[in-house]
């Protein structure tokens, strides 16, 4: 039986694809504050800004592909079960070949109604003002937002509880509840942590890799 690696993975291993992280250092997202453009007020206030903000990043999406990392983990499953746990909202994972993949907060190429979180469908294109589900309720995009539930929290849960091995990527492991995961393996759990500037110090059952993505992915795979 192969052992089950969780992948915890966050902005870190998607900017050397060219998707910027999520928040610069002046707390700004693409030039904008992210309450206006990551929350549900945010929305209700000027729903055509919210709109064309995702819309740029659904464009920008198209344009870049997955790199070293994405598809090292994908290699992966050759050896091991994979389950990745993704704070991202690309689809970069499952292009490089990642068959078994949570989005903790929503994935960019799909939408959902103002309604109902539940009404998820997929949508490659511009979500204009106007753009309705056949209910007649307008469409946003499948991301959750600041003040939202996580609906994929319980299950990344559940599967951090079978993990043989906890790799995190990528993340500062401070926003919660997707911070708190690492908590949910079983007790001596080997760790993994690869980021430039990791949030922890090497311990026991904890190896901490200061490195890019690209290049600790393939290190953490050495050591494996």
Known sequence: MKKHIVVLTGAGISAESGIKTFRDADGLWEGHDVMEVATPEGFALNPGLVLDFYNQRRRQLREVTPNQAHLDLAALEQAYKVTIITQNVDDLHERAGSTSVIHLHGELLKARNVVDETSVITWETDINIGDVCKNGHQLRPHIVWFGENVPMIDAAMAICKTADILVIIGTSMQVYPAAG????????????????????????????????????????????
Request: charged share 25%; net charge neutral.
């Open 181 to 224: 995961l690492m908590h949910y393996v079983p007790k001596n759990t080997p760790i993994y942590f690869i980021d430039p500037k990791p949030a922890m110090d090497s311990k026991e059952h904890v190896t901490v890799i200061a490195e890019s993505a690209t290049l600790g992915v393939r290190k953490m795979i050495e050591q494996l």
